[in-house]
């Protein structure tokens, strides 16, 4: 019974990574009739209401203390949507994909530097792969500086910078006593989207949707990719183990490459490919504990024998 749980929970996890890969897809359609500050104003406008329907019982006696964390951790989170949403229209879909899944890495390097620790040597290592990835992915053949795409390249690591900054943040807060976790993860939209609703009257002029393919995308990206995919997140890791949902989640950019390749048409180099490869391959290990993993074989040996 616990193994088809495991597997329900992970299956959860999948669809939640699989609607983010294809999400960077329909922020690009959408950005045809909206501004970016109003395609995530409806965005986390209609997140908020699915989260909090679905925990509705636990949003009573929200302590002033968890609105604070919300509305402050919130602002990151404004940083970051502005940064991926803007990033659709300066560099390609897969390369989005891959650089915003970097937070893996970047997330743990944050936490060395605050412990005032030494980074591990995987880390490093980690890192230095990476680098030479990125280097594939988004260089010209003669490895200068592609001028094309260099901004949404640094919007991306922008992104990925302040998802890692949120996630610390975050894992800071939820230690508090009088922070509560799902009340905190429903807050976070309600402020993100009331943030955003002031940009786009401030700077858009917001309006609906036209075309039926952008109001697919508006609910898609509010209902599947944050509203539903937050809910999933926290029913699913109930059943679960962490590793579990950090290497699900780490698919991320490969599922946005194959969305980008059949949705967009986008196709990579050759060395483009062997960029990416090296990215995922980072992220995996980043993410797998190889050595705990071996540690659990030899104990299994050891104990058959």
Same mark, same amino acid.
């Given at each position: 019974m616990l193994k088809n749980k495991q597997l329900m929970a992970d299956s959860m996890l999948m669809f939640v990574t699989l609607s983010w890969g294809v999400s960077y897809y329909m922020m690009d359609l959408c950005l045809q009739e909206m501004g970016t500050f109003t395609l995530n104003a409806y965005r986390f406008g209609f997140a908020f209401i699915?989260?909090?329907? $679905?925990?509705?019982?636990?949003?009573?006696?929200?302590?002033?203390?968890t609105l604070i964390y919300g509305a402050i951790i919130s602002l990151v989170l404004t940083i970051m949507y502005i940064s991926a949403t803007e990033a659709v229209k300066h560099t390609t879909l897969t390369n +989005?994909?891959?650089?915003?899944?970097?937070? @893996?890495?970047?997330?743990?390097?944050?936490? $060395?530097? +605050?412990?005032?620790?030494?980074?591990?040597?995987?880390?490093?290592? @980690? @890192? $230095?792969?990476?680098?030479?990835?990125?280097?594939l992915m988004t260089l010209n053949e003669d490895f200068s500086v592609n001028r094309e795409t260099l901004f949404g390249n640094i919007l991306c690591l922008v992104?990925?910078?302040?998802?890692?900054?949120?996630?610390?943040?975050?894992?800071?807060?939820?230690?508090? &006593?009088? *922070?509560?976790a799902s009340q905190l993860g429903v807050m976070l939209l309600g402020f993100t989207g009331i943030y955003f609703i002031i940009l786009a009257f401030v700077f858009e002029t917001p309006k609906l949707p036209v075309?039926?393919? *952008?109001?697919?995308?508006? +609910?898609? #990206?509010? @209902?599947?990719?944050? /509203?539903?995919?937050y809910v999933a997140q926290a029913v699913a890791q109930q059943y679960t183990t962490a590793s579990h949902a950090g290497v699900i989640f780490s698919l991320e950019p490969v599922f946005a490459a194959i969305a980008a390749y059949f949705l967009?048409? &986008? *196709?990579?180099? /050759?060395?483009?490919? *062997?960029?990416?490869?090296?990215? #995922? +391959?980072s992220i995996l290990v980043m993410e797998i504990n190889v050595e705990k993993i071996f540690k659990r074989k030899r104990e299994i040996n050891s104990n058959g024998k």
């Open positions: 699915v989260a909090y329907a $679905f925990f509705n019982k636990k949003m009573k006696n929200i302590s002033k203390t +989005i994909g891959f650089l915003i899944a970097l937070s @893996v890495i970047i997330t743990p390097a944050l936490e $060395f530097a +605050i412990s005032k620790k030494r980074p591990s040597n995987k880390l490093i290592i @980690v @890192v $230095f792969i990476c680098f030479i990835g990125i280097a992104t990925a910078f302040t998802c890692s900054v949120q996630l610390v943040l975050v894992g800071s807060a939820v230690k508090k &006593e009088k *922070v509560n075309a039926g393919t *952008v109001w697919f995308s508006v +609910i898609f #990206l509010a @209902v599947l990719c944050t /509203g539903l995919a967009a048409g &986008e *196709v990579l180099n /050759g060395r483009g490919y *062997v960029g990416a490869a090296l990215m #995922l +391959i």
